[in-house]
């Protein structure tokens, strides 16, 4: 086994994340997804496992095991090999699927015995036809299922990629991020953070009616017109369509909320700067952004939400213990930090067939609890649907639900 190594910035963060969660909750920093296959290629359930497989050699990541002895200082191990790797051919009839998903993802992994990844080859009547691969957000986030189903596929036709595992490694960015040329970066990062933790953030944590203790309510819709609206406005305004949705979203809760600036907490990807775009591994942090109150002008808020959120998006690579340390000096015994909502835009596959797509309010139960207590999870499906996911802890039932509708109005409305 090699030398330990730190944990990059991003590992780290999803780290503090679950550093807290008992046992039972391991299993809500799972991400899953689907890689399906093509119904006019002929390959065997063996062959598109041994596709997966080849993946582990390319990428340190799918063989990482974590030293968290002391859980302040956790370490990366790297494996130099995999005596067992959780997969199966599992069959499987179209009624059944949603559930063996499901339970896949709902069973957690133990961090610090490798690996923290595993797949399932499904199969209908013998022929194999999607590959359901499940990982620990520590191990591989959202742009990472990109580069290893794109390696999966060259794999499955035969043309994996030759030669070495790429060069860039989680180890090889912590080691980066920690440079000594990286010390001016590091300094910019400490004075937006340090304005930041200076503000009064608005809260919802009064607003409404009292909620139960410990409570957690989600709701969802998806629609294509709303997706279509949030585009056309978009368009119009030349901003990505991920600016125009956090801006409805924002606005509602600024209107709903307590005095205060609304500070928004985003997902950055922090795959800005080559080689490590491409690395395989959890890249994610959580920055903020800071938004002046919300005008009756809605074309002229989401602009200045675009600009403040791509000023956030510069400062999101950082060591999440010195700005903790940075946070606790600026609050110096003020109220806690915490940002007004949180925010994440996510470019998905197609919906499945037979969706429903009439911005119909739907409840659901919660798959994690882990993120800002007031948390909209935005997916542009394909191109042909908008998907949002409103997840509340502490709020009552119906401001979560009248915040959600409330955000597909000022969408649907956009002027």
Known sequence: MNEPAPLSYGQLSVWRDVRELSRGRWHEANTQSLWRLPEDEDHSAREVENAVLTLVGRHESLRTAYDLTDTFAPAQRVLPFL??????????????????????????????????????????????????????????????????EADFRAALAGAAPAGAAPATTPRGLAAWQRSEGRSAR????????????????????????????????????????????????A???????????????????????GPGAAVVQLMSSNRFVPPWNTVVSSMNQWTAASVDPAPDDFAAYVGHVHTQSLLAYRHGMYDVDEMDALRDKVRAGREPYEASLGFNFLTGAAPPPGSAHGAETVRESPFSRIGHPCYLRATAEGGESLQLRLRTMGLADSLTRELLEGTVARLTDAT
């Open 235 to 257: 368009d119009g305004l030349s901003v990505p369509v991920s600016s125009v949705v956090l801006a409805a979203f924002a606005w509602n809760v600024a209107r709903t909320a």
């Open 83 to 148: 005596d067992r790797v959780d997969s199966g051919v599992v069959e499987c009839r179209p009624e059944e699927f949603d559930a063996l998903v499901d339970g896949l993802a709902s069973e957690p992994f133990d961090l610090r015995v490798a690996p923290s990844w595993r797949f399932r080859v499904v199969t209908r009547h013998g022929r194999p036809r999607v590959v359901v691969m499940i990982q620990h957000h520590i191990t591989a986030d959202g742009w990472s299922n990109g580069v290893l």
């Open 186 to 233: 590091r300094a910019a990062l400490t004075a937006y953070w340090e304005r930041i933790f200076g503000l009064s953030a608005a809260s919802l944590s009064a607003t409404g009616p009292p909620a139960p203790p410990g409570s957690a309510f989600q709701y969802s819709v998806r629609s294509r017109q709303v997706y279509r609206r949030a585009r056309e406005f």
